[in-house]
């Protein structure tokens, strides 16, 4: 009985898996995979005397030229993604995350294993670090549905929100 059962779905897959090997590569038509990235957007600023150790960006300015890194962990808690970028004229920040890996979809997801840290300031009288979205800890990422697209390009974004350093003059007078 359970030869039976064998023979027949022997047959069966022979049956099925027939069509496949007879395609030769012509005949398949060549796709393109569509690349999809995962990139982080935040832009830094620099926080007002007036608003020093608030989340207020009342007065700030934006820093142009400053350095975040994005760190992301795996759900091992190991290191698996670090780089540190550039923000533009702006001080927006456009992170393309090349080369981000996912062990596990779900634990290993941007949204839960990233984080993004002002790390260096060029305003030499703004260099301090501020907490402003616990930019001190690491900011997490938020999904706001927003997607760019192109015929073989698609990249997810994800917002840091905004991320700030302070003055180093007024410092003293605010603590």
């Known amino acids: 009985m ?6 027949i779905l022997s047959i069966l897959l022979l ?4 069509p496949y090997t007879e395609a030769s590569n012509d005949s398949v038509p060549k796709t393109k995979e569509k690349k999809t990235e995962v990139v982080v957007e935040s832009t830094v600023y620099c926080q007002s005397c007036e608003h020093l150790g608030t989340w207020s960006l009342i007065g700030a300015k934006p ?3 400053s350095k975040v890194s994005v760190t992301c962990n ?8 670090y780089k540190v970028f550039e923000t ?3 001080g927006y ?5 090349e080369g ?3 062990e596990n979809y779900l634990l290993d997801h941007p949204l839960h294993s990233c984080y993004v840290k002002p790390i260096w300031s060029p305003i030499e009288s703004c260099n301090l670090l501020s907490n402003l979205n616990y930019g001190l800890n690491g900011a997490s990422l938020r999904f706001e549905n927003k997607r760019l697209r192109g015929s073989k390009y698609e990249a997810v974004i994800y917002a840091a929100g905004p991320l700030a350093f302070c003055p180093s003059n007024c410092a003293q007078d605010h603590y």
């Not at 359970?2 to 023979?7: E, G, L």
């Not at 049956?15 to 027939?18: L, S």
């Not at 795996?74 to 993604?81: A, D, L, M, P, R």
């Open 2 to 7: 359970a030869t039976i059962h064998f023979k």
């Open 15 to 18: 049956i099925v898996a027939f």
């Open 63 to 65: 820093i142009p030229s």
């Open 74 to 81: 795996s759900h091992k808690g190991h290191v698996s993604y």
């Open 88 to 90: 533009d004229k702006n």
């Open 93 to 97: 920040l456009y992170a393309p995350l």
């Open 100 to 102: 981000f890996k996912m």
